[in-house]
């Protein structure tokens, strides 16, 4: 079966309980981008050397390039609009004119070159780290959540060490500390929310306006005992009353899932909120950042401007700090997963009983010992937003990548020593003395492309969702190394798919609407939160947008010069239009907008030791005979018989050539049950598909069929299909 067949014929089949019986959902494994295989890193040009601004190479050069971009299809780059609602639009010069951003094509060429010369992964989220909210899980949820496993939450206030120290931003980790909460329980929200239907239709932000307009914020109740309550939650709760004999805070969580997913299903509500009660300042403990790290990461995640519970309640912290009246809370509300197994034991004495355990287990990680600790084990202590936490996965992404060979302490590659590096922490001392480690200067330089002055382009207008699935999607963004084991960010064997790359498309597709049914309502020019209002610039092959611009270079070696016109070119370095590979720059790849080709006009060469520089051609042939001689040098038993036919080149290729992509524009499309639920904006709303539940949510009922999909399946690679190198 070929490499096409295959991609075009991704599927599977998962189970689901339909009306008591056994349902067969098929699943297509579908998604506008593909994966190039992340591959050992390959010496850069220098070998173990250093690149150099005042030592010049004997084989070195300096010049000027001067390129064109000619776009064919409508493109948007590097544009904000003056607020949320308005359209984004194309960035201009000091004169109003449309500019290309030396940023943007500088990184459209790092990023080609740091595949093709298989140098390190440079930029992602060093720092991310995902998280497990589903109760069917029992790998990675049930062990370590407060269900079934003699388990039961602990409560805390999380708050800065200092007092007027204000939350800086969101990979601000350090000098946080927590105070345990010596009783909260469970609280009727109906006992004084006056429409429960529509408060639970409401997320964190809105709850609590909701309950300041009401003066809610803080209440009295009456505890009640709680029958045939199960070991991982309290055997009493709250029940709201304006003389009751315990006080506290409410707490309040997100939206109600069940909540619009079907219009014909029964709502079902939340039943209650939690009470934290007032209690004296109790001892305060650090958090190790490690802890925090993954917290925050876990739970910043929450698309649309605003929207999530971190949000609020950083800054709500925030607003705090300069605040003294009686809304002022003690800090942010947290629910807290551990370790610690704690048996229910009389209600009286169940708490006491707790905290004393959680006090001990945060002593302990005061010491450098105990930092250790919750760093190598993610659920040893966590914190979650709400009862129904977001358990973390044993592996972050770094680990993963880190441990395929793009640590920070690889050795420098190719596209690092030709565009430089800045490291992105600080690093230890025996990693930053050893060479290529520490900071380094860039020898390429991006100059601003600049669109003609006979040329008046019209504009045309689009909105819609732009994001694709997220790393923490691990069906599509991870794969087995073990291929008799599930995959995902807690098997020690999990691998990253690669580097992430949308094929060019034949033609431009529809952008997709945030059509869920509990989506939020639309605003002025028609936005929705979760979506962008993109104004393009028109262009099409008869009548192509170009940018004029500069690319200066300082001491590059022949192959280093070599590496930039093939990358411009996709060739020997002058017409990328004769060539059936295009570039994508700019807002909609996943849509096939931005598509264009570049051209250079003009190349001023100065050999560093004087002479004729070499042909455009000669310089690309340094460069492929580098990347081929490094790769069959360390890779002998995956030699190849030329540049083209090296794994990351024939996959560039590939994906690059809209020819190739005709009659693959099924499989490039968003999956059919994606993680959040898109549907085309053409159309309505479809009605659940088989085996799923009305009053479910569509976005964990998808993910979850994926994800069960991804899990019963063909497990010898990932699951969404490797793209086909030809026809």
Not at 87 to 109: E, H, I, K, W, Y
Not at 424 to 439: H, N, Q, S, V, Y
Not at 495 to 517: C, H, I, M, N, S
Not at 613 to 621: D, H, K, T
């Amino acid at each position: 079966m070929s490499e096409r067949t295959d991609f075009l014929n991704a599927r599977s089949q998962v189970s689901r309980k339909v009306n008591g019986r056994d349902t067969n959902v098929t699943i297509d494994f579908t998604a506008p981008y593909a994966f190039i295989p992340l591959e050992a890193p390959l010496p850069s040009a220098f070998g173990d050397a250093m690149p150099s601004h005042a030592r010049p190479e004997r084989d070195g050069a300096c010049g000027v390039l001067t390129v064109e971009w000619a776009f064919e299809r409508p493109v948007l780059v590097g544009g904000s609009g003056r607020g949320k609602q308005d359209f984004a639009v194309f960035a201009t010069d000091a004169a109003g004119r449309p500019t290309l951003p030396g940023a943007t094509t500088r990184g459209l060429m790092r990023s080609l070159i740091e595949i093709a010369t298989c140098s390190r992964m440079e930029f992602y989220d060093r720092d991310a780290h995902f998280a497990v909210r589903d109760s069917d899980d029992k790998r990675v949820w049930k062990p370590a959540s407060p269900v079934g496993q003699d388990r039961a939450l602990s409560f805390g206030w999380l708050r800065r060490r200092s007092d007027r120290s204000k939350v800086a931003g969101e990979r601000d980790y350090e000098g946080w500390v927590i105070e345990a909460v010596q009783q909260a329980w469970q609280l009727e929200t109906s006992t004084f929310v006056p429409n429960l239907l529509a408060f639970e239709a409401l997320n964190v932000r809105e709850k609590m306006g909701e309950l300041e307009q009401i003066r809610r914020l803080r209440i009295k109740a009456n505890l009640v005992r709680k029958e045939n309550a199960p070991s991982y939650v309290e055997r009493q709760y709250a029940r709201y009353h304006p003389q009751g004999e315990i006080s506290g805070w409410v707490i309040v969580t997100g939206v109600d899932p069940a909540r619009g997913a079907n219009a014909n299903a029964t709502p079902a509500p939340k039943r209650f909120a939690t009470l934290f009660v007032d209690q004296k300042q109790d001892n305060l403990f650090d958090v190790p950042p490690e802890v925090m790290r993954r917290f925050i990461k876990t739970h910043n995640t929450t698309p649309g401007e605003g929207e999530g519970a971190w949000d609020f309640w950083r800054e709500r912290l925030n607003k705090d700090i300069e605040g003294d009246d009686e809304t002022k809370m003690p800090g942010i509300p947290v629910f807290i997963g551990h370790g610690l197994k704690t048996k229910n034991v009389n209600p009286r004495n169940q708490q006491d009983r707790r905290n004393a355990d959680l006090k001990a287990l945060l002593t302990r990680l005061q010491s450098e010992q105990g930092r250790k600790e919750a760093a190598d084990d993610p659920t040893l202590l966590y914190l979650s937003l709400s009862r129904f936490p977001k358990v973390p996965h044993a592996r972050s992404l770094r680990q993963i990548v880190e441990a395929q060979g793009h640590g920070l302490d690889a050795p420098l590659d190719f596209a690092r020593a030709m565009f430089g590096q800045v490291p992105p922490e600080k690093l230890d001392p025996e990693i930053e003395e050893k060479p290529g480690r520490g900071a380094l200067k860039g020898r390429v330089f991006f100059g601003e492309a600049r669109l003609g002055e006979a040329l008046s382009p019209k504009s045309e207008d689009k909105i819609g969702a732009t994001m694709s699935p997220r790393a923490s999607f691990w069906p599509y963004y991870l794969k087995p190394g073990d291929p008799s084991q599930p995959y995902d960010y807690s098997n020690p064997t999990s691998e990253v798919a690669g580097w992430k790359r949308y094929p060019v498309r034949a033609q431009t597709t529809p952008f997709l609407r945030d059509d869920r049914r509990n989506a939020p309502a639309a605003g002025a020019n028609g936005l929705r939160s979760t979506e962008s209002g993109m104004r393009f610039l028109r262009a099409t092959p008869q009548q192509p947008l170009v940018f004029r611009g500069e690319i200066r270079f300082h001491n590059l070696k022949p192959a280093e010069i070599g590496a930039l016109l093939w990358a411009l070119t996709w060739g020997d370095g002058d017409d990328g239009r004769r060539r059936r590979q295009r570039h994508l720059v700019g807002r909609g790849k996943a849509q096939g907008y931005g598509m264009c080709f570049a051209r250079v006009v003009k190349t001023q060469i100065e050999p560093n030791l004087g002479g004729a520089a070499l042909s455009a051609g000669e310089y690309v042939r340094h460069f492929k005979d580098h990347v081929l001689g490094r790769w069959n040098a360390i890779k002998p038993g995956d030699a190849a018989a030329d540049f083209e036919s090296l794994p990351m080149i024939a996959a560039l290729l590939a994906m690059s050539d809209p020819d190739l992509a005709a009659g693959l524009e099924s499989r490039l499309a968003f999956p059919s049950f994606p993680p959040r639920a898109w549907t085309n904006g053409l159309y309505s709303p479809p009605p659940p598909a088989p085996g799923m539940n009305a009053d479910s949510s569509p976005s964990l009922e998808g993910y979850k069929l994926v994800r069960d999909a991804a899990r019963n399946g063909p497990r010898h690679t990932s699951v969404l299909p490797r793209y086909p190198r030809s026809k």
